[in-house]
């Protein structure tokens, strides 16, 4: 398995895709000769030409719906969104039309489009370019959302989205496109609703997903000299959510965490944890913990970023609160 | 150039949607209808032009467009009645008809949001080389909607074949065009972006007719185009809403003189293209239309509750 | 206390705040002659003169920005939006203008911004004209969401929001519009982030918001019949949110559900089904009940929209589930 | 009409940005800085006619707008380095400094998002008759962006005091804008809504200060107006971009020869307003602004981490 970036997995999946089937077709802002503000697109307009690398002018609203409507005829367009925060400006688009486009014409409609956009804190892009919004959009029906956390996993979900006959939300995260992993040789997919066991463990679920399994990660291993054994779910979708997995986890170690980087309240961790609490009433052995986003805007200054983010020590703290009789302690 | 297939299908449009406000007014009609009547005359005209398999996006306002493109009028009723025969199996509604297999990709609930995805319809067609035009029908409010804009530009930048009417009837619910916009209307924005544009009576369908001609032609050659037709909204904004705080009875019976259907019959009866006697005789057909129409949407079933979780995601399993 | 019916609530709290306050000043489309499609402008432009009760075009963007202009310079605008549906096109103003201006700005600006905006499947309105998004808002720090269920929490919400140096995104429901209920004469204020116990039981807490409170009301009636004491926390505020009442309220009932009309998968249900979990860990007598809409666009046509809005059966069916040995059954 | 004082203001800001570059190539600015330089007069042939109570908004690339409307160098530097003594206390950085004693009400990282803002304020303006315009700074891509258009319809059919400054620099990060839009651009868009609009060579501050002195006057009597000012971007699209992928060598030489300080110069010295040692001077001096700004910047402490949760709502108990 050859080691590549997360990044370059991306570029991979469309490339692949773009290979495979004439009808997908780029649309964004940048992505031609300068590949992308985060390279995903490099070398593709070479290979491709402009008009399935379709540069767009600066019409969030104006390009996302142009994709639905290519959508509409059959095409499988792939939009990039800058900064997952500019999603706001084509809310209507994505929320109002992609999305119930198939439902409110009774099934006549199809939608195969597939939308990128980065998500997360990097390097101070303060409070306008650092959100993590996936919860507006897995509560948002006639959406799938997943969210990449290893260059594998960004490989095979893109193929997949691309693959999909529904609006599928990429949220990909600005702190991995350089990081390098392993990746499949030769096809490689990863179906939609299918979480991923990280690591193995007995005495606690992590549960997270985009960057923050790689925080769980880190902190889980530094967990070990701490007595503790976590097992590290990453959800990669969120929408289907892998109900099974989570749960069938959860019922042995019968303690979690779940950690995601979006503002706390209101986000993803309270679904996952309302969904374990429920499921596994009287089971667990402690109260899910929650860890997120403090409920502000994303503040510039380094020291409030890192505040404001969650680190691998708010998690292990998170942890330490479930399992407050771990052997070492 | 003959005129009576333009009045047969303006006078169908009339009559359905007079039909849809009976029915709505005795309870058959869930919801609110906004009536494409007095308008007839614009859908009429472009529509005229279009081929099968060209594309036609719609709004709130869209039975008429549906109608003159092809729609059958007892699956639109259905739909607008709520029932499972209905073209979108009852979960679209009066706002949201589409009937992909006539190329009516649907009305819209959201002022300008079919704007963006007419497009990519466009974009769709050029790049397969079909030959197909889209046509995006929106009311004068939706000129204020940031999307307009940013679909004039994409169609201009592109080239697209793509046709923008604007159908003015000077209000948006309640509020007439001169307390929304401070420009020079819709026309004079397409130029600014760089497409060809002009103004039509819209009330006049030989008017709509030849400008039809022209622009669904030049947006054929990839040469965006905007029409900007002047109309007149008889009564309120949807069929059950009343308009006495905002519209005079003397503006209001102005609205019936403008009937562009009876105008047509001037001519055509000045013109010896018909006689009063064939006239009657096509209303009479057309009537005897609305009615089988509605025979079929009464006799359709409701949808079944279970049907609610239909149609989310494309595959059953895949709604999470 | 005179019975007034939500509608005019809403109206008095705008008469009133504008009659003493005139910075107050209205923003949205046919808010003028019209009086609002749901009536809740009118008489006010009579009053108050077309400079303070400012018909809009058809503009969600632009006259939302208007209104954060004018709350920079010192107005206490308030902004209708015609149906919450058509948030999505102005949701950069709201979230990433309004929200975030007092944060970025370390404290120079105040946006003291209204938001007035209708929620909920009314009348087959269909998938574009009857969301209930407040999730999408609630989980936007640096907005207040707070969402009346009777007349009086109409009046005395309204008029606080317009007094909060915040943005608060007020979200009515339109089936509430005609309903009517008694007010207090005379000034009247509710809190921003105050909960309300409108009826007390011992054996379960229903805990709910905008109409899902009077179906949770409705239900809670038709329960005494089964032997079910419910409470009903109507909570009035999302954020800030009322932990205290919620908890105080589940910590002697022991069982909760959670009502709301959102879309259930990450929705409102879940931030309090999760708190709750958390916060009275091994003191529940059964896992927090969820009732929220089924996870689709809002159809139209009555037995499919009857399907996806919680219904009082629903409601009942969700209590019975966590009371399973009530006596009477 | 004496040109030294808009002399001095260019140098400043261009000064100042050659030390946010140097000072994020060394690690001190945290994040992106999109650099104003090439562009000075514009901001500064504007701003020239201002009064300390008038309103600007801004954009992405908006260091050069604050020091010109007035803003203190330190405390710009100081906001971009993420201290405490910044304007925002460290909680905006570059693209969102303020400083609201000034009348500058916010750079902005959303395109065009601060134009209908601009128009409330403008709207303030005009109900309270106070005599104060408003001005919208924002770049070339954001004609194409929907609240352009929404924000110019307000302007127009409100009368509203706002003045739109369109800075063509013919980029949008990697894109010319060429590639980006079908139309007759920005003032020509701006004239179908019914504004006054003209264009003028942002690179000539004298064209500038012309044109800035009709724009402001008229917007200050109620008639607004949008100037479209020609300009170059030089270098990337923020201060750590690479060009080499969209722009050759040749190009980017040509926009430092077209300086619009380099060119004042020469007039100055042509016009005898100035001697090449009293421009040294006042670089010697500007230089020492700079320095004393970096200084007072590099001595601000870091914001506290638990001031992370402050400023979310107005009364600190509000948050939840
Ligand atoms: C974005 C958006 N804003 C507001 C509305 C509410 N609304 C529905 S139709 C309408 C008036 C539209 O006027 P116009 O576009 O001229 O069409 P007409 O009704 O006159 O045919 C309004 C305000 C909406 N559906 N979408
Ligand atoms: C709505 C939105 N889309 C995209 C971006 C990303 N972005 C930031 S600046 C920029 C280019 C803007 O070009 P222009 O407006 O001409 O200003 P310039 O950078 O040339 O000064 C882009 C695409 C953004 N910040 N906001
Ligand atoms: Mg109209
Ligand atoms: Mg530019």
């Given amino acids: 398995m050859p080691n590549i970036s997360y990044a370059a997995a991306l570029n991979l999946a469309l490339a692949e895709a773009m290979r495979e089937d004439p009808k997908v077709i780029l649309l ?29 002018p600066l019409s969030e609203a104006g390009f996302m719906g142009c994709g639905i409507g290519l959508a509409l005829c059959g095409w499988r367009p792939v939009v990039e969104i800058m900064f997952s925060d500019f999603l706001t400006m084509c809310m209507d688009q994505l929320c109002n039309q992609a999305a119930k486009l198939r439902y409110m014409s009774g099934g006549q409609a199809s939608v195969p489009l597939t939308v990128r956009a980065p998500i997360g804190a990097r390097n101070s892009a303060a409070a306008q370019h650092s959100q993590s919004p996936q919860a507006w959009f897995a509560h948002t029906p006639g959406l799938r959302v997943v969210l990449p956390a290893t260059p594998a996993n960004a490989l095979g979900l893109l193929a997949s989205a691309i693959e999909c006959d529904d609006p599928v939300v990429v949220l990909e995260h600005k702190l991995l496109y350089q990081e390098e992993g392993p990746v499949p040789s030769g096809r490689h997919r990863v179906p939609l609703g299918k979480a991923e066991v990280k690591r193995e463990g007995t005495d606690l679920t992590l549960i997270s997903c985009s960057r923050m399994t790689q925080v769980a990660l880190v902190a889980a291993e530094e967990l070990t000299s701490q007595g503790v054994a976590a097992e590290v779910v990453d959800l ?14 959860v019922a042995r170690t019968r303690r979690a965490v779940v950690v995601d980087e979006g503002a706390i309240d209101y986000g993803i961790t309270a679904e996952i944890a309302a969904l374990i609490s429920a499921e596994l009433f009287g089971e667990l052995l402690a109260p899910v913990g929650r860890v997120g986003a403090l409920a502000t805007p994303v503040p510039f200054s380094p020291p409030l970023e890192k505040t404001v983010i969650p680190q691998v020590e708010d998690v292990i703290a998170a942890v330490l609160k479930c399992v407050p009789d771990s052997p070492a302690r | 150039m003959q005129y009576l297939p333009s009045y047969r299908k303006m006078l169908l449009i009339l009559r359905f949607e007079e039909r849809v406000a009976e029915l709505q007014r005795t309870g058959q009609v869930p919801g609110f209808a906004h009536l494409y009547w007095g308008q007839e005359a614009i859908a009429v005209g472009i529509c005229h032009w279009l081929r099968p398999e060209d594309y036609v996006l719609s709004t709130h306002r869209g039975h008429g467009h549906c109608l003159a493109k092809g729609a059958e009028p007892g699956r639109v009723l259905a739909e607008i009645m709520g029932r499972s025969d209905g073209y979108c199996r009852g979960k679209g509604g009066s706002m949201h008809v589409a009937a992909f297999d006539q190329g009516i990709l649907g009305a819209n609930g959201i002022v300008a949001a079919s704007l963006p995805i007419a497009t990519g319809v466009a974009l769709s067609n050029r790049l397969e080389g079909n030959g197909r035009v889209a046509v995006a029908f929106f009311g004068d409010a939706a000129v204020e909607e940031g999307p307009f804009h940013e679909s004039l530009n994409l169609a201009s930048l592109w080239d697209l074949p793509l046709l923008f009417v604007c159908e003015d009837n000077q209000y948006a619910i309640s ?48 040469s965006p185009v905007l029409l900007e037709c002047a109309t007149i909204r008889w009564g309120g904004h949807h069929s059950a809403q009343p308009t006495r705080r905002y519209r005079s009875t003397e503006e209001l019976e102005a609205t019936q003189a403008a009937c562009p259907i009876a105008r047509l019959e001037k001519r055509l009866i000045a013109e010896g293209e018909a006689t009063m006697e064939e006239l009657a005789e096509i209303n009479t057909e057309i009537v005897a239309q609305v009615d089988e129409a509605e025979r079929f949407a009464r006799q359709s079933p409701f949808p079944k509750p279970d049907e609610a979780t239909q149609d989310v995601y494309a595959a059953q399993e895949g709604g999470g």
Avoid: Y
């Avoid at chain 1, 990669?236 to 986890?249: A, G, N, Q, Y």
């Avoid at chain 2, 103004?199 to 030989?206: L, S």
């Avoid at chain 2, 001609?213 to 990839?222: G, P």
């Fill in chain 2, 175 to 222: 509020v007439t065009v001169d307390k929304r916009q401070g420009g020079k209307g819709a026309a004079a924005i397409a130029q600014a972006h760089g497409l060809e544009s002009r103004k039509v009576d819209g009330n006049d369908v030989v008017a709509m007719l030849d400008a039809s001609q022209w622009a669904v032609a030049r947006a054929r050659e990839c």
């Fill in chain 1, 236 to 249: 990669r979708s969120l929408v289907p959510l892998d109900r099974e997995t989570i749960l069938e986890s």
């Fill in chain 1, 28 to 56: 964004g802002e940048d992505i031609g000769p300068l590949g992308g503000i985060f390279t995903v697109t490099e070398g593709l307009l070479e290979e491709f030409g402009l008009d399935r690398v379709r540069e767009t």
